[in-house]
């Protein structure tokens, strides 16, 4: 019988001297870290809905200073149209 060799792709290179065997983290490291994240997670989410009202009370401030000046406005255009009435009611 023919003596099959594997591809030069499959074949493992022989190992370097300056690396050593890859250490990973325990189950129980990655478990809690998982943890961790979601507590950051929820933490963030938390932070959003106060920013979400920050930015809601400023519109609120915004629209009630608007609804403040458009007041103010009608009632500077009336008084200089009662103004205006009575300077022209001198006038005649």
């Known amino acids: 019988m023919d003596e099959v060799t594997p591809p030069a792709s ?3 290179p022989p190992p370097d001297p ?6 990973g ?8 870290l998982r943890e961790l994240e979601g ?17 809601g009370v ?3 401030l915004f629209a009630g200073y608007g609804i403040f000046l458009w007041r103010r406005s009608a ?3 009336a008084d200089m149209n ?4 009575r300077l022209d009611q001198r006038a005649r």
């Open 10 to 12: 499959t074949a493992t």
């Open 18 to 23: 300056a690396y050593g065997p890859a250490v």
């Open 25 to 32: 983290r325990s189950l129980a490291d990655k478990e809690k």
């Open 39 to 55: 507590v950051a997670a929820d933490k963030t989410a938390r932070d959003y809905q106060h920013i979400v009202l920050a930015y």
């Open 58 to 60: 400023l519109w609120a």
């Open 75 to 77: 009632r500077l255009r």
């Open 82 to 85: 009662d103004l205006q009435r």
